[in-house]
């Protein structure tokens, strides 16, 4: 395995943005770009591979799944992006069957490194192609609620005019319409965020928390809306998660990974805070939370049951 290689399977505009977001940040020395369509594919690394003098030395290549075998990471973006009032969860017949096709290309090759998935619902394709490759679960996790969490923090740090560096809150559970805020264990630097709230004269802490929650959830919707897609904002936590994979840097982000009865759940994915390291997720979690918040991660989980259990999977 190259620890220094990584692939992209879909090039449309996550693909092509996570794409930017590592070549900007210097991680790798070899990307492989792959689609469907090859003159997309290749047609971004020509387009990326021409800024290179002004970053870093790297190959920037279009490539085939042949060229997968010795990378450390393999980001799969692949999958129908969602449309302007469709839920992510609608995706999931699309997703899936995409998912099959591309999975047996990969493990029949001697594939040994981190498989990430971004393309929607995160969290049911990443249990899927668990199910569906044979990999060990800490191999397998998906991009979860990486970028929710980002979301929160901003939209926080705007509220309370801090930087969102500072704060330290986070979403959990489904990529999607039934996650959850963990206010409970909110702070910044260390001060409960309901007492900076205050220090900050601010007022009407659970009405303004309920509305953070609600833009963070729908911001996809929002986006979408106005733009058609949401890229960039995926990109830059995709690349987050994979510097910590590269850097092995144990860092604890809430990634969509394989759960086998933490918090009373298994036989699904959620996004819950791990560790994550170069093994992939070196260990899932269980954080405190409060009963309110404990029914309504069990709610995301049954949520996403359901949705599995339509699926054949082995």
């Known amino acids: 395995m190259n620890p220094r290689k990584a692939a992209i399977i879909g090039c449309g505009f996550v693909g092509s943005s996570i794409a930017f977001s590592l070549i900007q940040r210097g991680l790798f020395s070899e990307l492989v770009l792959l689609d469907v369509d090859w003159d997309k594919a290749e047609g971004e690394a020509m387009d ?3 800024g290179l003098p002004y970053i870093a030395a790297m190959d920037v290549y279009a490539g085939t799944y042949d060229d997968v075998a010795d990378c ?12 302007p009032g469709e839920t992510r969860l609608e995706l999931i017949g699309k997703n899936v069957s995409i998912l099959r096709s591309i999975l047996p290309q990969i493990t029949a090759r001697p594939f040994e490194g981190i498989l990430l998935l971004v393309s929607n619902p995160v969290d049911v394709l990443t249990y899927a192609a668990w199910r569906l ?22 939209l926080l740090g ?11 809150a986070g979403i959990m559970g489904e990529h999607g319409d ?5 206010w409970s264990g909110a702070n910044v630097t260390g001060i409960p965020l309901s007492h900076f709230w205050e220090l900050q004269g601010l007022r ?4 303004a928390t309920g509305q953070l929650y609600e833009s963070v959830r729908d911001s996809a919707y929002e986006i979408i809306h106005r733009k058609g897609a949401t890229y960039y904002g995926i990109a830059m936590a995709v690349g987050r998660i994979a510097e910590c994979i590269l850097r092995d840097e144990r860092a604890v982000l809430p990634v969509s990974v394989v759960l086998g009865g933490q918090y009373g759940l298994q036989g699904l994915s959620l996004s819950i805070p791990s560790i994550v390291g ?3 997720v070196e260990r899932i979690l269980e954080i405190p939370l409060d009963p309110g918040e404990r029914q309504a991660l069990s709610h995301s989980a049954q949520q996403l049951l359901e949705v599995i259990a339509a699926l054949d999977l082995p």
Do not use: C, F, N, W
């Open 178 to 182: 039934s996650e959850l805020a963990v």
């Open 204 to 207: 009407d802490y659970d009405a």
């Open 158 to 168: 705007e509220q309370l005019r801090v930087d969102s560096r500072s704060i330290h």
């Open 48 to 50: 990326l591979s021409h």
């Open 278 to 280: 170069r093994r992939g």
């Open 72 to 83: 450390a990471l393999i980001i799969l973006t692949a999958g129908a992006s969602q449309k």
């Open 133 to 154: 490759s044979g990999y060990p679960a800490h191999r397998v996790m998906g991009s979860g609620t990486v970028l929710d969490t980002a979301r929160l923090k901003y």
